[in-house]
């Protein structure tokens, strides 16, 4: 099969739906407050001391809660017990991940049963599955051994030694890429490979960093990153600040972009796509971006700055009574 030609960054298919740019503080009232995870309610596996007086009281308020993560790695049940295991209110439902959406995104353009190689964590392997994809994870190819051996890469034990070229039997419709803790050079040149031979390149987010206590750690980004050069392809990504996720919270939220209010801790992805897609939107600054990145001239403009979530129920307050007003 022919490599593709160069692909563009392309918007989510779902965009369309959504009004893009829409001013945030029309007419409707607050319906859904949707937190971003790490950097907001937690900072690694340490939960933020202002996160569960701010989520109870978002519940207190009867308003709607959503947790939404970039993060791929964990599984949506998983994700839910995490933080219900850290006493905060927390199921299923309340929770979307870009490994979901991912999921669902590739079973609606490629159908069931479609194979696909899978750069990432065990969490976005549950979700392919559980969406009637076959999903199978790079570094358990007979390619990643072989390549393994011409690259003089240490091999994961236990794969079947072949000699020769690469092998592209079974060859994958798509390439998803996450972060992926146990990323090497053979997993490298497995996705460099599927893509180059026409597997579509999907990101699940294009995070170039990850907070955890006390620093940052590479995002599934750099990794994304390393494959678009190896491949010489630049991914469609699903995450944030794509609208996917957006969109799945607007339905849920009645079909109003401005009922809903997202709280991220980041510029680029949570502020980016929150005001994209028409939401209301608050910059924690518990995790990524700073005050100073505000001054910065490309820089989305949220609605609010919070220094911590201990804000958060002035600002529903005023949101509240602002549109009782009217
Ligand atoms: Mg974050």
């Given at each position: 099969m022919e490599p593709m030609s160069e692909e563009p960054l392309i918007p989510h298919p779902s965009v369309g739906d959504l009004s893009v740019g829409e001013p945030t503080t029309g007419g409707s009232s607050l319906r859904m407050v949707a937190f971003d995870i790490d950097g907001v309610v937690l900072r690694?596996?340490?939960l933020l001391p202002a996160a569960p007086p701010a989520l109870a009281d978002v519940l207190g308020r009867g308003l709607l809660l959503r947790y939404v993560t970039n993060n791929s790695t964990r599984h949506r049940v998983e994700v839910a017990e995490r933080l219900a295991g850290l006493g905060l209110p927390a199921e299923p439902g309340m929770v979307?991940?870009?490994?979901?959406?991912?999921?669902?995104?590739?079973?609606s353009e490629f159908g069931e049963g479609a194979s696909v190689l899978v750069v990432g964590g065990d969490g976005l392997v549950a979700e392919l599955r559980d969406a009637g994809l076959e999903p199978r994870h790079a570094r358990s190819t007979p390619q990643a051994s072989?390549?393994?051996?011409?690259?003089?890469?240490?091999?994961?034990?236990?794969?079947?030694q072949q000699s020769g070229a690469p092998q592209h039997s079974g060859a994958p419709a798509a390439v998803v890429v996450g972060l992926d803790v146990g990323f090497d050079y053979a997993t490298l040149a497995v996705a460099q490979a599927a893509i180059r031979a026409g597997a579509r390149?999907?990101?699940?987010?294009?995070?170039?960093?990850?907070?955890?206590?006390?620093?940052?750690l590479p995002g599934g980004g750099a990794l994304v990153a390393a494959i678009a050069v190896a491949s010489q392809r630049e991914p469609l990504v699903i995450g944030k600040p794509q609208l996917g996720l957006a969109r799945a919270l607007v339905n849920e939220a009645g079909g109003e972009a401005a009922a809903v209010l997202f709280v991220g801790d980041r510029l680029d992805t949570d502020i980016g796509m929150a005001v994209a897609a028409g939401m209301r939107s608050a910059l924690v600054l518990t995790g990524v971006s700073t005050r100073a990145d505000l001054a910065?001239?490309?820089?989305?403009?949220?609605d609010f700055v919070l220094e911590t979530l201990a804000e958060l129920s002035g600002v529903l307050d005023g949101l509240l009574a602002d549109t009782r007003l009217r």
């Open positions: 690694g596996d340490t979307l991940t870009s490994a979901a959406a991912t999921a669902s995104y590739l079973r072989v390549l393994a051996q011409h690259s003089g890469a240490p091999q994961h034990s236990g794969a079947p390149f999907i990101a699940t987010n294009a995070d170039a960093t990850f907070p955890v206590e006390g620093g940052v910065v001239a490309d820089a989305a403009s949220p």
